[in-house]
């Protein structure tokens, strides 16, 4: 059935033409979206389900009736692979209103910029940016409208303006650390080592206590080079000894990592790979990424694809290719 959606938000643009080729109708779009989507046919009327950003812009709320929620939420997971529900409750109306939390993280964003760019010029990391510096990204796609052969370079010098500069100014990094449940872990911080287009590497020291996964003792003057890539489906943490001895790796599978201002952020899909020095490779914690599937929170394609990066990980660690770790596709 023909379900009536109003958007709004940063997203808009994106969400509307998902929307109507799944078949919905959007209604009370603004002027500019009904321009972009060239929307010819009338578009008025009461929406079913309402779609407006969260507050911190990192996702949004869709509130209507909880079976017109789910239809929606059913479609959203099927268009974006990593899209996950971080909430889902009824209102304190008298009605059988809900409201859905969606996170959606860099892979989300980047087919949300995708679609985006095929009814108006639009650079990459478009959402993204519009969350970090929305005025450099307006003046830099209007000089992509104008000159659209320079594209590439100005999406290097915004990557670079909005989120690199900004990092090496600092000196250190942090690292937001979400849960499925949509609430982030306590922050790691570290000092920055290096920065490059896609790449970050910052280091942490440690004093007492366990390593988590590793199950070793932490002893004083050990320390962790954190690599983070743009895009990549996980986070690679290297445990050294003060005297530089390999003690470890910890793999943490997440969302396509995302670069900011302060440092990363992503979410956690909870299965991780684990690498002792001198042993072999092996993964922890599938069941709890089985748990958030049968919940409902994430789709079955992302958890399958949280699968194929562990198990490709593991083949390439245990073959004796932990030095140097290509992207995974």
């Known amino acids: 059935m023909l379900r009536r959606i109003k958007i709004r938000g940063i997203y808009s643009t994106a969400l509307t033409k998902l929307a109507l080729d799944a078949g919905f109708q959007v209604v009370d ?22 779609i407006q950003d969260r507050e911190d812009r990192q996702g949004i709320e869709v509130k209507g009736e909880a079976d017109h929620v789910c239809e929606l939420l059913i479609h959203m997971q099927e268009s974006l692979l990593d899209a996950i529900i971080v909430g889902f409750l009824p209102t304190d109306d008298s009605e059988p209103l809900a409201i859905a939390n969606l996170e959606l993280p860099g892979g989300a964003k980047e087919k949300l910029d995708r679609v985006r760019s095929s009814v108006v010029p639009t650079l990459r990391n478009h959402h993204r940016l519009k969350i970090i510096n929305p005025d450099l990204l307006e003046s830099a796609e209007l000089e992509f409208c104008r000159h659209p052969e320079e594209g590439i370079g100005l999406e290097k010098r915004v990557l670079r303006e909005a989120i690199l500069d900004p990092l090496i ?29 896609n790449r970050v590497v910052f280091k942490r020291e440690f004093s007492e206590g366990r390593y988590d996964g590793l199950d070793l003792p932490i002893r004083k003057g ?10 990549a489906w996980y986070i690679r943490h290297s445990y050294f000894s003060r005297g530089h001895q390999r003690i470890g790796e910890y793999f943490n599978i997440n969302t396509p990592t995302e670069l900011y201002p302060y440092g990363a952020r992503y979410v956690d899909l909870e299965v ?55 992207e995974l596709e």
Do not use: W
């Not at 000196?171 to 920055?192: A, D, N, Q, V, Y």
């Open 272 to 326: 991780d790979v684990i690498q002792r020095a001198g042993e072999n490779a092996f993964p922890i914690d599938q069941e709890k990424l089985e748990v958030l599937a049968r919940k409902g929170c994430i789709a079955k394609g992302l958890q399958n694809k949280a699968l194929m990066v562990s198990k490709q990980l593991l083949g390439r660690l245990n073959r004796g290719k932990a030095r140097s770790l290509p």
């Open 169 to 197: 100014k600092e000196g250190t990094i942090r690292l937001e650390h979400i849960r499925p449940s949509g609430k982030p872990m306590h922050p790691r911080f570290g000092i920055l080592q290096s920065v490059r287009a």
């Open 29 to 50: 779009p603004s002027e500019r979206i009904r321009e972009r989507i060239h929307m010819t046919f009338p578009t008025h009327g009461q929406y079913e389900i309402l």
């Open 222 to 231: 050990d320390y962790c080079l954190t690599e983070v890539r743009e895009g």
